[in-house]
Antibody, heavy 122, light 110 residues
Framework: QLQLQESGPGLVKPSETLSLTCTVS??????????WGWIRQPPGKGLEWIGS???????SYNPSLESRVTISVDTSQNQFSLKLSSVTAADTAVYYC??????????????WGQGTMVTVSS | QSALTQPASVSGSPGQSITISCTGT?????????VSWYQQHPGKAPKLLIY???NRPSGVSDRFSGSKSGNTASLTISGLQAEDEADYYC??????????FGGGTKLTVL
């Protein structure tokens, strides 16, 4: 059974870079035609798509975050990662990693990590 | 890109049916059959209920169904149960090759 687990610092200082890793277990990140994504949710607010990556490394990003976001994949470690630069308090959120479902358009997320809270504060 | 528009809250009694709307534009909801719906209980990760307007992943109850008309997609929950009380989010693919979510709808089971 495929599982995703986010990891990384829970506290990041303003203007610094937020770095998170999603470890995939129960299956290989490169064995199928899946896309993998990052989504965040500020406290008490709705979901926001950050970006997605194919196992080969091709990416797509939310236009509103694109200038600050980098998503990469490490197939040898069965992980994919998120870097968000120049963070502010507005980037405080629960960050989820998720797998795009294989069926249909592949535009939905069918397996999610439990989420990790990241607070931006000095 | 602007978030899709959902009602802030809806409510219904056990056994009833409710519908949650998700309104976008011709550049997202209206332009593609790529709308998804998620259920989120407090403190939990979202769960996929519907993808590509009408499709249910394996294991999702057939009490959940989706539809679309023009720029508005809808999620209908029939035979409402207490455990359906949660937040619901829609999502759509956009003409910018991006994904956008709705603001979320809180469902209260009376």
């Amino acid at each position: 059974q495929l599982q995703l687990q986010e990891s990384g610092p829970g506290l990041v200082k303003p203007s610094e870079t937020l770095s998170l890793t999603c470890t995939v277990s129960g299956g290989s990140i490169s064995s199928s035609r899946y896309y993998w994504g990052w989504i965040r949710q500020p406290p008490g607010k709705g979901l926001e798509w950050i970006g997605s990556i194919y196992y080969s490394g091709s990416t797509s990003y939310n236009p509103s975050l694109e200038s600050r976001v980098t998503i990469s994949v490490d197939t040898s470690q069965n992980q994919f990662s998120l870097k968000l630069s120049s963070v502010t308090a507005a980037d405080t959120a629960v960050y989820y990693c998720a797998r795009h479902c294989l069926g249909g358009s592949q535009k939905a997320f069918d397996i999610w990590g439990q989420g990790t809270m990241v607070t931006v504060s000095s | 890109q602007s978030a899709l528009t959902q009602p802030a809250s809806v409510s219904g009694s056990p056994g009833q049916s409710i519908t949650i709307s998700c309104t976008g534009t011709s550049s997202d909801v209206g332009g593609y059959n790529y709308v998804s719906w998620y259920q989120q209980h407090p403190g939990k990760a979202p769960k996929l209920l519907i993808y590509d307007i009408i499709n249910r992943p394996s294991g999702v109850s057939d009490r959940f169904s989706g539809s679309k008309s023009g720029n508005t997609a809808s999620l209908t929950i029939s035979g409402l149960q207490a455990e359906d009380e949660a937040d619901y989010y829609c999502s759509s693919y956009t003409s910018s090759s991006a994904l956008v979510f709705g603001g979320g709808t809180k469902l209260t089971v009376l």
